[in-house]
């Protein structure tokens, strides 16, 4: 009597077969509705406890976790927010559990925005919560170590693969050139032979020598380089929506991305910014046809996924606040006109739009052939099999707990905020500061500065002041703005006062973060002692200025005299201000 055999698994499903014929046969199995699903990353968020999203008021996302998933066919998502590791972990668990009881099974592709740094704005980037707390890239930049770059990019990787997440929407290698520009402090600083170097060992720390199963694809932005913004203003808004070239400086700042493309990165961004001046069409760079297929896929060879930064299509409201779609250039033509021009433009992917019934209406009204959906599918189903997505989408709550801020990752990152910090100027021989003085303390924790010396409440009393500020901006009304520190750079003038008065009035050690090229050129003359850092712990800073470690930050980008000077400079060319305070690379060894 013959065992019956097991039925032999669809071919999509047998990893033996090589990925090419995996896809080919998963696509011939989908229906147009599933293939437009593909072409959306969209956003969800998760309860507290790890459950999913099953019912919305809108305020934040317009669609629950299995209206996407079950009824629009969408496999890839950004995950906001911040939450406990084992609810991540099981959040994580229950959305690939409702994918793989759809029809097909397709497993989710979760990306993240960074989680490993300082910076904190749910439109770019999260502090590190639970994650290992590093500087900033500007941090990275000024130490200047393609080994630590990797070695940060292979700590990102096992922390986001024990939580679920196979894509990060990082690095970042704009170039920082025009220094009001908000989106700096995710850069690598102004200089593009630092950027190539250091993104080519980002790349080589999420995703090893090739994508696999053990990589974290990276999706590198924002092509062809997002620095030189007019104004600085940032094209999330409309205000910002122009890149300009006066320096003629447009071959630099694609040099980062050559760079990360012979690294083999996975994806690519491009940005919302509408270039103004060239030779290039005047609309956006995710509808920009001489720039996906003409630059990016044709000239620079990338046959990677190419997904457009979030909201291109449709209007929005964020924080119960109306926002047009970052449609620079088109903004007349509707929706599906908007999908269609993209497309055609060499685009795979929407970031942050869920409307496939858009691209379904397109395909059947002909305006788009149904092959060229098929070939951004292809691109996007290869990527989930190369990750091993439809043979282990799963993750152990368990060692998610054990990997995430594991103390290994901890110490290496809190040394790295320590090698950050760039001293820039220590007149008579302030530091390092020796043993247990009395301390004024502004600006960081008193509970800190105790450690270190006694903590006092006046001035006066103190034989040293510890100050630490943030670079100024100009606020703005609107809420999702007020996340993007723009416009000028130099501090109020009664701020300004009482801030000489005590480095006046005591020998103080001034502690400036660096999210942008802040303009201090009266406090660099009386600081006692001058430190920037891009990201370290109030521990860190005071480690270095009592010589417990050492500062080896050099500047990554100038640090201007005036915002006369900055806006006579040319935001295409990097450190461009006449007469800097500092120079690029400025730092001192104590």
């Keep these: 009597m013959s065992t019956p055999h097991a039925p032999a698994p669809l071919p999509y499903r047998d990893p033996a077969l090589p990925v090419a014929e995996r896809v080919e046969d998963l696509l011939s199995r989908m229906t147009l509705e599933e293939k437009a699903g593909q072409l959306f990353h969209s956003m969800l968020m998760m309860n507290p406890d790890g459950t999913l999203v099953t019912e919305t008021d809108g305020s934040m996302l317009p669609l629950t976790t299995p209206e996407l998933i079950e009824e629009r066919h969408l496999t890839h998502f950004n995950l906001l927010g911040q939450y406990g590791v084992r609810e991540m972990a099981q959040w994580v668990n229950r959305v690939q559990e409702m994918a793989a009881n ?6 989710v592709t979760l990306s993240t925005d960074p989680r490993h740094s300082f910076t904190d704005n749910p439109g770019a980037s999260f502090n590190s919560g639970a994650f290992s707390a590093w500087p900033e890239p500007l941090g990275l930049a000024a130490i200047g170590d393609a080994e630590l770059v ?51 060992a980002y790349v080589r720390g999420l995703q090893g020598t090739e994508l696999g199963g053990r990589s974290v694809a990276a999706m590198v932005k924002h092509f062809p380089g997002g620095g030189p913004q007019k104004d600085g203003e940032d094209p999330h808004f409309a205000h910002g929506k122009e890149q300009v070239y006066p320096g003629g400086m447009r071959d630099y700042h694609l040099a980062p991305f050559k760079a990360a493309i012979e690294a083999g990165c996975s994806q690519m961004m491009p940005y919302y910014g509408q270039p103004v001046g060239t030779d290039w069409e005047e609309v956006g760079f995710g509808f920009n046809k001489g720039v996906i297929t003409g630059l990016l896929r044709e000239e620079l060879g990338f046959d990677g996924i190419v997904c457009c930064d979030w909201g291109l299509l449709n209007d929005s409201v964020i924080f119960g606040e109306p926002h047009p779609a970052r449609a620079w250039g088109v903004e007349e033509l509707s929706v599906a006109e908007r999908a269609a021009k993209s497309l055609q433009a060499g685009v795979d992917q929407f970031g942050g739009e869920e409307c496939p019934e858009v691209i379904v209406e397109l395909v059947r009204s002909g305006r788009v052939p149904e092959e060229r959906v098929d070939a951004s599918v292809r691109r996007l189903l290869r990527e989930k099999f190369v990750l091993g997505l439809f043979e282990d989408p799963y993750v152990d709550p368990d060692e998610a707990v054990a990997v995430v801020g594991a103390a290994r990752f901890t110490a290496a990152g809190a040394e790295a905020q320590r090698r950050s910090l760039t001293v820039l100027s220590n007149r008579d021989g302030l530091l390092p500061l020796a043993g247990r003085p009395k301390v004024y303390a502004k600006g960081l924790a008193a509970a800190a500065a105790a450690e270190y010396g006694d903590v006092v409440d006046d001035p006066a009393e103190a034989d040293v002041a510890v100050l630490r500020l943030r670079t100024p901006y100009e606020e703005r009304a609107n809420k999702f703005e007020a996340f993007f520190h723009s416009g000028t750079l130099a501090f109020p003038e009664d701020e300004l006062k009482e801030v000489l008065a005590l480095l006046d009035a005591v020998p103080t050690l001034v502690c400036i973060n660096l999210e942008r090229a802040a303009v201090i050129p009266e406090i660099a003359e009386r600081a006692a002692a001058l430190v920037a850092d891009f990201g370290a712990s109030d521990a860190a800073l005071l480690d270095v200025a009592f010589g417990r470690a050492k500062a080896q930050g050099r500047l990554p980008f100038e640090l201007p005299r005036s915002m006369a000077a900055v806006a006579a400079s040319r935001p295409d060319v990097p450190n461009d201000t006449a007469d800097p305070v500092f120079p690029y690379g400025a730092g001192l060894s104590i």
């Excluded at 759809?102 to 497993?107: D, E, H, K, S, V």
């Excluded at 292979?154 to 520009?181: C, K, M, S």
């Design 102 to 107: 759809t029809r097909l099974g397709i497993p």
């Design 150 to 200: 990797e070695k940060f990019g292979d700590t990102v990787r096992r922390e986001y693969l024990a939580v679920g997440f196979r894509v990060a929407l990082h690095p970042q290698i704009d170039l920082a050139t025009e220094p009001r520009w908000s989106r700096q402090t995710g850069t690598f600083g102004s200089d593009a032979d630092t950027t190539s170097e250091l993104v080519r």
